[in-house]
């Protein structure tokens, strides 16, 4: 088989998202500091595999997906076209606009945002050699069949569990062979009354000669389907950045980084930045700069001019009880710890182009707790105001040593990830 054919994901996006329940699709709720359907659109932008996109949009939600788009700088994307009033319906329209030209199609849940690349080059390969490839992970609960019963349902056959997968997508064909499936499917009467709930599906009951290869998926390609799911994918996303390697050589290159705070993690981290290929402006007391004095944090930024990522490493920590605290102590931990933050994201918004990372000020008891918490309320209400100009607002919250901090900082401000509060923990013993 042809292994030069072109490749061309599909974001099914046409649902209404009614399990969810909110006034707008669920593709276009934001998790992990960006629109679901986004996320999808990232991994798919980013994969060497991938040379088109087309996504399958609600209909009256086109222009949502073409201004995320545009923003994203997302050019894979050659089509947003109106999805139909079912997933099999918006399948079907994806196979007319893709033309003629035989290529490898991979229809993707949009609601499945934390795809990972992986699976994406491994699919890719499988159709080199497969007509027809799905993503699936074995069953953790035993599964048998309901019938209705006296009173309710009843079980009449548990399912042998070693036999069962959980489908997944993206699901993968040959362009000629799911068009060949879905054309049987729509041509059958009895179709309409006994739709598919996959891709697959449609293969395996047209076309049951062609065999479906499978290509291991993964428990954290979860699809948003329910409420509670989107409080999954949000820590799943924050769990990633947590595992995400320390970002690799070059990985800043030709960016420029602000760090306010000369000691502990923000030194470390002007080593590692610089060591990635970005440009360090580090700024602390020792040169004058205060993060607590608005004009001096202003100053300091407007030497700099546009800058990629902004830092706010400075910080006083504070430990004990409140009813041990001096006045001191509080001008302090409210001063340098939560208006030092304050000072420095209001001095960076004009000169900003990617994101803010906001150090909690390390400590305990109740003055550092309330620092701490206005310093998360403040990078979640800031993620939001700031979406719309593309610009990210994370937070890391860490007792652990300069450099787990430093490392853990590089990988939030390559992650893509914004409007998150980062534990990162202690160190591994
Ligand atoms: N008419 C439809 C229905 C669904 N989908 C897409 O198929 C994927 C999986 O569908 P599902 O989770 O069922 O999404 P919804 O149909 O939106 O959800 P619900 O059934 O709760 O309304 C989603 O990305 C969804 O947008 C689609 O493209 N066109
Ligand atoms: C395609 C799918 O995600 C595979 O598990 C699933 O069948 C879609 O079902 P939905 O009811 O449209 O969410």
Redesign the pocket.
């Known amino acids: 088989m042809d292994s030069r054919l072109r490749s061309i994901g599909v974001l099914?996006?046409?649902?209404?998202?009614?399990?969810?329940g909110r006034d707008t699709?669920?593709?276009l709720i934001e998790v992990a500091g960006r629109p679901i359907i986004e996320h999808s659109l990232a991994v798919f932008q980013a994969a060497p595999e991938i040379d088109e996109i087309v996504v399958?949009m609600?209909p009256g939600f086109g222009d949502r997906v073409r201004e995320i788009v545009a923003r994203g700088g997302y050019d894979k994307v050659s089509q947003v076209v109106d999805?139909?009033?079912?997933?099999t319906?918006?399948t079907w329209r994806a196979l007319r606009a893709l033309g003629t030209e035989e290529c490898n199609v991979l229809l993707h849940?949009?609601?499945r945002p934390l795809l990972e690349p992986r699976i994406i080059t491994e699919c890719v390969r499988a159709l080199e050699t497969h007509p027809a490839v799905n993503v699936a992970i074995p069953s953790s609960d035993t599964v048998f069949v309901a019938v209705p019963g006296p009173g309710g349902e009843v079980i009449s056959d548990v399912l042998d569990r070693s036999r069962l997968r959980r489908s997944q997508t993206p699901q993968c064909f040959r362009l000629s062979v799911i068009r060949e499936a879905y054309e049987r499917a729509m041509a059958d009467p009895d179709f309409a009354g006994r739709p598919a709930t996959d891709d697959c599906g449609v293969v395996l009951r047209y076309l049951p000669e062609v065999p479906i290869h499978l290509v291991p998926g993964s428990e954290q390609n979860i699809?948003?389907?329910h409420p509670a799911d989107l409080h999954i994918a949000e820590r799943l996303f924050q769990l990633a950045a947590r595992r995400a390697p320390a970002a690799a050589a070059g990985a800043l290159d030709g960016r420029s980084v602000v760090i306010f705070g000369s000691y502990g993690a923000g030194a470390e981290l002007a080593g590692l930045a610089a060591a990635r290929g970005a440009r360090v402006h580090a700024f602390s007391r020792a040169d004058g700069v205060r993060v607590e004095e608005a004009a001096s944090v202003a100053k300091a930024l407007s030497g700099v001019g546009s800058v990629d990522h902004v830092v706010n490493a400075a910080g006083v920590s504070h430990l004990g009880r409140l009813a041990e605290v001096s006045d001191e102590s509080v001008a302090d931990v409210m001063s340098v710890g939560y208006l030092g933050a304050l000072n420095v994201a209001r001095a960076a918004h004009p000169h900003l182009r990617e994101s803010l990372l906001l150090h909690v000020p390390q400590g305990s008891g109740a003055l550092h707790a309330s620092a701490a918490g206005a310093v998360a309320g403040l990078t979640r209400a800031l993620a939001e105001e700031w979406a719309a100009g593309g610009i990210r607002v994370n937070c890391l919250n860490t007792t652990a040593s300069a450099h787990l901090a430093a490392q853990t900082s590089l990988d939030i401000l390559i992650s893509g990830l914004s409007g998150h509060v980062i534990d990162a923990g202690v160190d591994a013993p």
């Open positions: 099914l996006a046409g649902g209404v998202g009614q399990r969810v699709p669920k593709q399958l609600t999805g139909g009033a079912s997933r319906e918006s849940d949009a609601v699809k948003v389907t």
